[in-house]
Structures are given as structure tokens and as C-alpha cells.
């Protein structure tokens, strides 16, 4: 038989509320069967039949699920702190990009690294995740632009999950940058097009991006990207509307699209068709503060429109060298004005939902046993702190 075991006596943010709320149960247990949630209630209903299970007393402190990270460069090679420098004496992300610094920089470094390295690299990052309870991490290609580069990326991606008890989502973002030596055209038909189809066939391929913003492509040429994805029967999602409005988040919308991120330039029209077609508004407040960004995306369209909310590091080099998922929250709440609830709902419900997932992300019967145990007395807490890491205990596929 599988494995089972109780955690009693715990406070349940099962964020399975569509109000909102926290979806909070006192005094709740769960019943964990091998790697999925057999049962949840109160600890008083617990079947008597359980009376020999193994049981852990959680003693009031809070359990939620596993925290999800649902958009991430983690792969990466090199570092540019020099260019937080640069900001720091005025110098713009798109000044930064024009110079041959930004993203392509992190391009020349991460084609020069070797897998290895790439992995034992993105290993520590990983680590400092599981640490806060993150249990669901995307990691995205992108700093390759050539075949070889991005086929690298994704396999190191996904030995993550073969290293480490998280699960990996992997997204090909080979419309990232235009390399050098290239125009955008040429590279979506002759490089970007082909490595994805590549990068599909050795399995290697979750879900499909883009970076449509005026320093990188245009909706037309995202649209040829998308479209490849739809002929593969891939999922797409896009970096839309983050430093200006050029019809990104519509173009997701259009194509089904699992989420539109950063978003800061979307509008009240933008919110509309998002919420048509169900596209989650990934928030990446570590990119607005790191580029000392001031327009903050539309969040009461997005509450009035029913656009689900996620939150995510955005964990890169350049825009968003932001370690903590934690921090993000706190972020989104100081930042963005989400409740501490929206933003618990944003790390693990709309995250999920962001990601294509529907076996984590909420506390209920038939969930993967992917949770946290947090040293917390009010769910708020989470948000509320930062610097502070209150997690007790995680459980990953139903062990610790
Ligand atoms: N937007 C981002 O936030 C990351 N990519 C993108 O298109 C930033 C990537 C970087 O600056 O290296
Ligand atoms: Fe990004």
C-alpha cells in the first residue's frame, strides 16, 4: 500500500475560494495517500479508520500548497551586475539593450557556458526556491538564439527535475532577442521556427513564449511563432505590454494563450479579451522594480474583468535579479496593491492555471501531496513580511 500519512492541527489555506479569500479551514488535517491528497476536513472528523496512519501535529501553523514560480530565466550563464551599475547613474533597460548590453549580453555568456556548469548554476537557484517552499518552477530558454543554445537550455531545465524534488515546466523562448548579427524576420523563420520544432521533438517543450516589445519583436512575428505552436499542439504564453502597448496581450489572447506577463501597459480593452479567453495576467514585480518602472499594470481591470492574477520572480540577469518568491509577493501587495490573498492565490491557484497545471495549486482531495507548512499564525504573514522565510516543512509528492 502507498504510503500514507496525517498532518493534523494545521490552519489550511486550500486557496480553492473563487471569492477571493483564502479558502481557510481551522484545525484542519490532511490525509496524504502515496503522492496525492486522499482527504481534507477538520482534524475532529478525521476516520477513525486512519488510527494507525503515521500523523505529523502541525500545531496551528498555516499549510498551503507548494508555492509556484511560473515564470523564470533560472538557466543562465554569467552575471550583469554591472549593468545595475549602470541604471543606477541613469541609463535606461532599452538605452542598456541598444548598447549590446541586456539580454544579448547574457546570450554571449550563456552560449559560452557548458552544460554542467549551466546546471550546477541553476541548481543554487533552485535551491534558494525549494527553501521558501516553492515545490513548481518554469524555466524558460531564451539566452541561446541559436539552435544548439536553446536545445541546451531546455535540457538543463529539465535535469533540474531529475536533480532536485521540483517539478520543472519548460517553455521555448527562442523569440527573445534578435541576435547581433540577424534581423528579427530571418531569425523567427530561420532559427527560431526550426529550433522550436527541434526542441519539440526531443521532448524538450512545455509551453511557447515570445518577448513582443519594441526592442525585441513585433505581434506579427510572434504570430508566426505561434502559430508553429499551434500546428504542435503547444501551449503558448507572451511577455506582453511590459515597457509599452504594441498589441501584445491581445495577440495572446487571440491565440488561447495560458498567460500574458509583466503587463504593465495592458489595458482596460487588453483585460477584456484576456478574460475571454481565460489568459492568466502574470505579475513580475521584481522587473518594475529593478528598472525603476513607475506605469503599474491594470489591476482593477483585472479584478473587474475576472483576469486571474499570478505572481511570479521573473528570476533573471538583467530586469529582475530576484531570488525570492516571497519578496514577489510582498511586491505585488506594496507595489501593485494586490491583497495578501491575491497574491497567496497568485503563487499557487493562478499559477497553476498559468502554467497549464490542474493536479496542484489548491489543498483538495485528488491534488498532488505538494504542500508548505509555514510557522505563520495569519496567511497574511506570508505577504506581509519580507527578509523572513517562515517555512517548517515541505512536502513534495507527499515526503519531506
Ligand atoms: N522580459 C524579462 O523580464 C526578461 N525577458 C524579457 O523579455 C528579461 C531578460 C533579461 O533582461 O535578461
Ligand atoms: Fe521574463
Not at 518577448?211 to 505561434?226: K, L, M, S, T, Y
Not at 477584456?272 to 522587473?287: H, R
Request: hydrophobic content about 45%; overall charge negative; glycine content about 12%.
Amino acid at each position: 500500500m502507498a504510503d500514507r500519512l496525517l498532518i493534523t492541527h494545521a490552519s489550511i489555506a486550500g486557496v480553492g475560494e473563487l471569492d477571493g479569500g483564502y479558502g481557510l479551514l481551522h484545525d484542519g488535517a490532511v490525509l496524504i495517500d502515496g503522492d496525492r491528497i486522499g482527504w481534507v476536513g477538520h482534524t475532529r472528523d478525521i476516520d477513525p479508520a486512519l488510527g494507525g496512519v503515521r500523523r505529523v501535529d502541525a500545531d496551528g501553523c498555516l499549510l498551503t500548497p507548494v508555492l509556484i514560480d511560473c515564470h523564470t530565466h533560472i538557466v543562465h550563464g554569467g552575471n550583469r551586475a554591472r549593468e545595475f551599475e549602470m541604471r543606477l547613474t541613469g541609463a535606461s533597460y532599452e538605452d542598456i539593450a541598444r548598447a549590446g548590453g541586456g539580454i544579448v549580453s547574457t546570450v554571449t555568456a550563456t552560449r559560452e557556458t557548458d552544460e554542467a556548469t549551466l546546471l550546477s548554476e541553476a541548481l543554487k537557484r533552485t535551491d534558494s526556491l525549494i527553501a521558501e517552499g516553492v515545490g513548481v518552477i518554469e524555466v524558460k530558454s531564451g539566452y541561446g538564439l541559436d539552435l544548439d543554445t536553446e536545445l541546451k537550455m531546455l535540457r538543463v531545465a529539465r535535469a533540474i527535475g531529475r536533480a532536485r524534488p521540483v517539478r520543472i515546466i519548460t517553455s521555448f523562448l527562442g523569440a527573445h532577442a534578435v541576435p547581433r548579427d540577424m534581423d528579427a524576420d530571418s531569425y523567427i523563420d530561420t532559427v527560431c521556427i526550426p529550433a522550436l520544432e527541434a526542441a519539440h521533438s526531443e521532448g524538450l517543450v512545455d509551453a511557447v513564449d515570445g518577448f513582443c516589445e519594441g526592442i525585441a519583436f513585433d505581434a506579427a512575428q510572434i504570430a508566426r511563432v505561434f502559430d508553429k505552436a499551434r500546428q504542435l499542439e503547444l501551449p503558448v504564453k507572451l511577455h506582453a505590454e511590459q515597457l509599452s502597448n504594441i498589441g501584445g496581450a491581445r495577440l495572446a489572447a487571440e491565440y488561447g494563450a495560458l498567460s500574458a506577463d509583466h503587463v504593465e501597459y495592458a489595458d482596460a480593452k487588453d483585460a477584456a479579451a484576456m478574460a475571454g479567453a481565460g489568459t492568466v495576467a502574470v505579475l513580475l514585480p521584481g522587473a518594475f522594480y529593478t528598472l525603476h518602472e513607475t506605469q503599474t499594470p491594470p489591476v482593477e481591470s483585472f479584478r473587474e474583468y475576472g483576469v486571474p492574477m499570478a505572481v511570479a520572480t521573473d528570476w533573471n540577469p538583467g530586469s529582475s535579479p530576484l531570488g525570492s518568491l516571497l519578496l514577489a509577493m510582498n511586491m505585488a501587495c506594496t507595489l501593485f496593491g494586490l491583497t495578501p490573498a491575491e497574491a497567496l492565490a497568485g503563487t499557487t491557484r493562478n499559477a497553476a492555471r498559468a502554467l497549464g497545471l490542474d493536479d496542484c495549486g489548491v489543498v483538495a482531495p485528488g491534488m498532488r501531496a505538494d504542500l508548505a507548512l509555514w510557522d505563520v499564525g495569519d496567511p497574511a504573514e506570508l505577504s506581509c513580511c519580507f527578509g523572513v522565510n517562515a517555512l517548517k516543512a515541505r512536502f513534495f509528492g507527499g515526503r519531506t
